[in-house]
């Protein structure tokens, strides 16, 4: 037997080449860095009291929200009819509300 051979009863296991990587989740995120998802009831004053409501402020979450959407519904790879019908029925509920009043001073009265 040589000696870089190992006997046959010692599993080899294989060494991991890097130590993983830091996950965000590891550390504690602020308030004001958390999605509205994630922020608690009691964190939501501190959370609106660091939200930028300027213009720019309205502009820049109009455009994040609008980037995450089509990243995830309309640039896949393998996309379907779900984020376009999702778009169509948004605008449907819109329009349908904002014509509300309309539709229903339109409506047939039965007088009695």
């Known amino acids: 037997m040589s000696h870089n051979a190992l006997p046959p009863f010692i599993p080899i296991v294989p060494r991991c080449k890097s130590p993983a990587p830091v996950k965000m989740a590891d550390r504690p995120v602020p308030v004001v860095e958390k999605r509205l998802m994630d922020v608690k009831l009691g964190e939501l004053g501190s959370w609106l009291g660091g939200r930028d409501f300027t213009p720019n402020g309205f502009l820049a979450a109009i455009r994040r929200g609008h980037d995450r959407y089509y990243n995830?519904?309309?640039?896949?790879?393998?996309?379907?009819i779900g984020g376009i019908a999702m778009l169509l029925a948004g605008y449907v509920a819109i329009s349908y509300l904002w014509e509300?009043?309309?539709?229903?001073?339109?409506?047939?009265?039965k007088y009695h």
Do not use: P, T
């Open 72 to 80: 995830k519904y309309i640039n896949v790879k393998k996309g379907g």
């Open 100 to 109: 509300y009043d309309h539709i229903k001073h339109d409506r047939w009265r």
